[in-house]
């Protein structure tokens, strides 16, 4: 298809376990960000790539998060040692490096940290 | 940096009603500005983008919104809401240049009563 892919959709893990969540962009977007939605917490920004320039990552919200973006396509989101409160949905969404455009987003994987 | 905020959290309405949710954003220089809804259960998507030109847009569904620069606000409207429109609402603003990050508002959930 031709939309930002996520996955998984829905992951269920137990407290303290490592996970990865991937996202494939849209082809040819250089910008892809990482945001979380929490109920009644809007969409929060954590990280951001453009291109090959360094990755704005000043919403990771602790060092347990970390993301990576090979070959200026596929991320990854990695959360290590969850939490209960790492529970939201996390987003993705691609946009390409022009100036009026807007960004695409994913369906989203859903974290459920038991 | 730049911040967006909505002021309302939580809107009930009737259909039929008219809709204005307020988005007020803080930076100084140009601005490309957002609204993006997301439907239960949907992905994000854009409803409509403010670029440059006619401060009054026009996007999807009949919505439209109003770029006051002097008020840094980007409100968006609907003269008649139908049960349909029962969505989450979000702002959003990048600085006016290529490649800038995406920075959203809290969202507004709207509940349209039938």
């Known amino acids: 298809g031709a939309g930002v892919s996520q996955s998984p959709s829905n992951k269920v893990t137990e407290k303290g376990k490592d996970v990865e969540l991937r996202c494939d962009p849209i082809s040819g977007h250089t910008a892809l960000y990482w945001y979380r939605q929490s109920l009644g917490q809007g969409l929060e920004f954590l990280i951001y790539f453009q291109g090959n320039s360094a990755p704005d990552k000043s919403g990771l919200p602790s060092d347990r998060f970390s993301a990576e973006r090979t070959g200026g396509s596929v991320s990854t989101l990695t959360i290590q040692r969850t939490q209960q409160e790492d529970s939201a949905v996390y987003l993705c969404?691609?946009?390409?490096?022009?100036?009026?455009?807007?960004?695409?987003f994913g369906q989203g994987t859903r974290l459920t940290v038991v | 940096a730049q911040s967006v905020s909505q002021h309302n959290h939580h809107v009930i309405l009737s259909e039929a009603a008219s809709l204005e949710l307020g988005c007020n954003y803080s930076y100084g220089g140009t601005v490309n500005l957002f609204w993006y809804v997301q439907y239960p259960g949907q992905h994000l998507q854009l409803l409509l983008k403010?670029?440059?030109?006619?401060?009054l847009v026009k996007g999807i569904k009949g919505f439209e919104a109003e770029f006051i620069k002097s008020k840094f606000s980007f409100n968006l409207r609907k003269p008649s809401v139908q049960w349909s429109d029962t969505a989450e609402y979000f702002c959003?603003?990048?600085?006016?240049?290529?490649?800038?990050?995406?920075?959203f508002g809290g969202g507004t959930r709207v509940l349209v009563k039938p």
């Open positions: 959003a603003v990048n600085a006016g240049a290529a490649g800038n990050k995406l920075t």
């Open positions: 403010y670029f440059s030109g006619d401060p």
């Open positions: 969404a691609s946009s390409p490096f022009s100036y009026d455009t807007e960004a695409f």
